[in-house]
């Protein structure tokens, strides 16, 4: 079975600083991999996802995330964070022909001013 | 519309009632999902529904629920006999197919408190 670890629930971190948000899995095969955005009241907004290729996957709103397969990570950044990011990240998980996504946790991220 | 709909955005309902939630997927969408999200914790896959093929019920978690979909348009999750442990957002998301390639687009939820 796959499944998603999100180390950190809550990550406080001030405007224009930078932000990382970690993510492991445990998955046997080569990962499809997923980082949706939720905002208040809102639901799921799809940010990047790796399926192959080069590990370093560019994504909306400015976010990057690294596939590091010796580390079964896919951590999450962004250089400078703006107000409008504070939200909940999840991190998902799912193997090629399956339409099945395994969903992390989740990091709610406050932003200070 | 341009998205994912579901209603009713809020529903709070005693315990032992039965509760039907809607969601309009976005059009064209063939393949449609369901998910719980309980406080604190990840979305659970629920069900999943593609074209005209058999719906895919293995993330639901008793015979309480149940889903059904119109076509390749609406689809209604029912919930009989609610408990407690029902409480929980309930999301909706379509996609243009099963590809991984095809993006799930969520609605907003629908969030279920059982009192």
């Known amino acids: 079975a796959q499944s998603v670890t999100q180390p950190d629930i809550h990550i406080t971190v001030s405007e224009g600083a930078s932000l990382e948000l970690r993510c492991n899995y445990s998955?046997?095969?080569?990962?499809?991999l997923f980082w949706y955005v939720q905002s208040p009241g809102q639901g799921l907004q799809l940010l990047l996802k790796?399926?192959?290729?080069?590990?370093l996957v560019q994504g909306i709103k400015g976010f990057e995330a690294e596939f590091k397969r010796s580390q079964s990570s896919f951590n999450l950044r962004k250089p400078s964070v703006h107000w409008s990011d504070a939200a909940e990240y999840f991190c998902a998980v799912t193997r090629s022909n399956d339409y099945k996504l395994s969903f992390g946790a989740g990091t709610t991220v406050t932003v200070r001013a | 519309g341009a998205g994912v709909s579901q209603s009713p955005s809020n529903k709070v309902t005693e315990k032992g009632k039965d509760v039907e939630l809607r969601c309009d997927p976005i059009s064209g969408h063939t393949a449609l999902y369901w998910y719980r999200q309980r406080l604190g914790q990840g979305l659970e896959f629920l069900i999943y529904f593609q074209g005209n093929s058999a719906p895919d019920k293995s993330g639901l978690p008793s015979d309480r629920f149940s889903a059904e979909r119109t076509g390749e348009s609406v689809s209604t999750l029912t919930i009989q006999r609610t408990q407690q442990e029902d409480s929980a957002v309930y999301l909706c998301a379509s996609s243009l197919g099963q590809a991984l390639n095809q993006p799930q687009h969520f609605g907003d939820g629908t969030r279920l408190s059982i009192l």
């Open positions: 998955y046997g095969a080569t990962p499809y």
């Open positions: 790796y399926f192959s290729g080069d590990t």
